[in-house]
């Protein structure tokens, strides 16, 4: 018997996963590095006692380096497309609310928690080559240092969470409200670098769809 069919997903909030351009992945990187050479510039920028993460830094992006990279333009084209998809209109603002950086290592996490604003996303600048792996012998994909969304309950047909193993360059925008979280990961020395934002869009917009 051949079957005719089409797969339809239309319940729980979207996800639109975007490639950050290489160049705004270097130049990020290359500020990133300044700063943390910079004794005095981690100090101002520091940004871990508004996060609820135990990581050894998490610091804000300033706007000259969002502008000058790109990087504020990359997430207005990005959340300007993702927006027109999903609901058929077009933003005409985007205002972004704040950007940090968290710099994550060995035995370090993110609870579960959500963001302010209308939208938020989640990304990679650097990955460590090895996460580690299960003391024991499992069959499921080992969760270090991965990116958890999770959204509703488990259900029969309908998976409470989303899964995301981190690699350079790889974006995920999401809803404000996505509750998420970052797992711990061992047998590294290397470095985990995320980015993250929250912003505002019309308010019509995101009203018509809250």
Do not use: C
């Not at 309908?158 to 979280?181: L, N, W």
């Not at 985990?192 to 809250?210: G, L, P, Y």
Request: without cysteine.
């Amino acid at each position: 018997m051949k079957l005719e069919y089409k797969f339809v997903k239309h319940f729980g909030p979207s996800i639109f996963k975007v490639k950050i351009p290489d160049n705004i992945v270097q130049d990020l990187n290359n500020y990133v590095d300044k700063i943390i050479s910079d004794d005095q510039k981690q100090k101002e920028l520091d940004h871990g006692k508004y996060l609820v993460g135990d990581v050894k830094q998490e610091f804000r992006l300033e706007k000259n380096i969002m502008e000058k990279s790109g990087w504020i333009n990359f997430l207005a084209q990005s959340a300007s497309k993702w927006i027109e998809l999903q609901t058929g209109k077009k933003i005409t603002k985007f205002e972004l609310i704040e950007s940090w950086v968290v710099r994550q290592f060995q035995n370090e996490y993110n609870p579960i928690h959500w963001h302010s604003g209308h939208l938020s996303g989640a990304g990679f600048l650097k990955v460590p080559e090895t996460l580690g792996s299960f003391f024991q012998k499992k069959e499921m994909n080992y969760p270090g240092g991965a990116l958890e969304l999770i959204h509703g309950s488990k259900a029969f047909l309908s998976d409470s969470k989303y899964r995301i193993i981190p690699k350079v360059g790889d974006f995920y925008f999401f809803p404000h409200y996505m509750m998420h979280t970052v797992y711990p990961f061992k047998n590294s020395n290397d470095e985990r670098r995320s980015i993250s934002f929250n912003a505002k869009i019309d308010d019509t917009i995101f009203n018509d769809w809250s």
